[in-house]
Structures are given as structure tokens and as C-alpha cells.
């Protein structure tokens, strides 16, 4: 059985992740974190921040899904208190990630980021990087709903990253600065949308000559990203540094 504590509980991802790991035979809430209160999961107590719920128990893991102004801090305090955690949550820069990544070693414990739970996105991201090596151009429209905070969703900017450094990569670099053309990032421009009604989605296209490739992926529900919630949960214990892209523990 392991012990989890969940951050960001009385969110709409926290919330179902907490409900997800609470009905399994292995995994068991035993704390949850939110601000504003009200998160419920089992006899599980919810804390108001991260520093009381160390104080008060002892989690053998850790899932976060914080907001973004608040993912960094909430993950240096778990892997400093020994916790291994995976990061759910958006808005690390690459300097925190290395700051994190430091931290982890320092404390002997595993962090695992995940831009993306949801198994079909992670093969898009294989299968993307895949198409680079045969492709000069491509771009990435993504759509999730109005309220997420973050945009170009870090899926989409791990698609892009993966992809330009994909073995024999292609791709040429983005144009230049255009109205209305997206953000350029490692050569690929992203798209974002934003819209009520919608959960994610994700296309990856490549133009050639004459020829037009289209990747695309549906999330319908959040419930679409817990397979990989619970994957995450229970092979971070045993993962040594950092490990950044769900697609690393699936081989």
C-alpha cells in the first residue's frame, strides 16, 4: 500500500485523481492540499497548505496539481521532506526543473513530470517525433478549456521539444514573427485555443509536397488521464533522479 498525498485537491484534476486513488486496492489518500479548502477523499484530511500536512503525516508519495504560481514551491517542499512526487501541474521553467531535479538527488528520492497523462497524447508525442525525421514543417493546434491558466499547454510544448530533438529531426526553423501565427517554439508553432465545453485536444500537423499529415488526439474527459495518474503513482518510488514524459515509464 502506498500512502499518497494529493496537492491541489479541491481542483477538477485533483479532485478526480484523489477519488481515482482512493477506490484502488494499492495506493490510499492520506492527505490533501488546497487553499480554499473542501477537498474530500475518504477519512482523509485536507490541509491548507503543504508545510502542516508534512508536519501531520507521513505520505509515501506525492501527486501535485497545484496552479502554476505554486507548483515550484509545493514540489521543493515535498522532495526536501523526502516525498516522492509527481508533478501533474504546469509552469515550470527549465531552471526550476533543474532546481527540482537537484533536489530529488539530493534527497534520494524520484520526481517524475508529466506534461500530458493521458496514454493517447503520450503516443501522439512518440509518433510526432517519429514524423520529424521526414518532415521540413509542422505546427501544433491545441484546444482546452477556458479556464486552464497556462497557454501553449505544456503538452504541446513537450510535442515541440520532442520533435526538434528527435534523432535525424527535419524540421527548419519556425518563421518569423507574424499577427496571428502562434507562439514559435523549437521550430514548431503552437496554437492555442481556449473554450468552454471543450477538455483537451491536441493536432500535429506536417506539410510536404503535395501532402498534408494530421496526428490528433481527443481527451473527452478527465477521465481520460487517470490511467496515467495511477501509472505515475506507483513507479515513482522507484525512480532514481527525474524523469520528465509519462513515455519513459511505459517501456
Not at 517554439?185 to 496554437?191: E, G, K, Q, T, Y
Request: glycine residues 10%.
Amino acid at each position: 500500500m502506498i500512502d499518497v498525498l494529493v496537492t491541489g485537491a479541491a481542483g477538477k484534476m485533483g479532485g478526480l485523481s484523489a477519488a481515482t486513488i482512493g477506490a484502488q486496492d494499492d495506493l490510499r489518500v492520506v492527505a490533501l492540499v488546497d487553499p480554499k479548502g473542501g477537498a474530500s477523499a475518504g477519512d482523509a484530511p485536507c490541509f491548507p497548505d503543504i508545510q502542516e500536512a508534512l508536519a501531520l503525516t507521513s505520505p509515501q508519495a506525492a501527486l501535485e496539481f497545484s496552479v502554476p504560481a505554486a507548483v515550484f514551491a509545493n514540489t521543493l517542499a515535498l522532495l526536501e521532506a523526502g516525498v516522492p512526487t509527481v508533478v501533474g501541474a504546469t509552469g515550470l521553467d527549465s531552471a526550476q526543473v533543474d532546481e527540482l531535479s537537484a533536489a530529488a538527488v539530493a534527497a534520494g528520492v524520484g520526481l517524475v513530470i508529466v506534461p500530458n497523462f493521458a496514454l493517447g497524447a503520450v503516443l501522439l508525442m512518440r509518433f510526432a517525433s517519429q514524423a520529424a525525421k521526414y518532415y521540413e514543417h509542422a505546427e501544433v493546434i491545441e484546444m482546452h478549456e477556458a479556464g486552464k491558466l497556462d497557454a501553449p499547454s505544456g503538452t504541446s510544448l513537450r510535442t515541440a521539444h520532442l520533435m526538434a530533438e528527435a534523432p535525424g529531426s527535419a524540421l527548419r526553423d519556425a518563421p518569423g514573427d507574424q499577427p496571428s501565427r502562434g507562439l514559435a517554439a523549437d521550430h514548431v508553432r503552437i496554437h492555442s485555443v481556449r473554450l468552454p465545453g471543450v477538455v483537451a485536444h491536441q493536432e500535429v500537423l506536417f506539410g510536404g509536397d503535395d501532402e498534408l499529415l494530421t496526428l490528433r488526439h481527443d481527451s473527452l474527459s478527465r477521465r481520460s488521464f487517470m490511467s496515467g495518474v495511477l501509472l505515475a503513482l506507483r513507479r515513482v518510488t522507484g525512480v532514481e533522479g527525474t524523469v520528465v514524459g509519462l513515455e519513459n515509464l511505459l517501456d
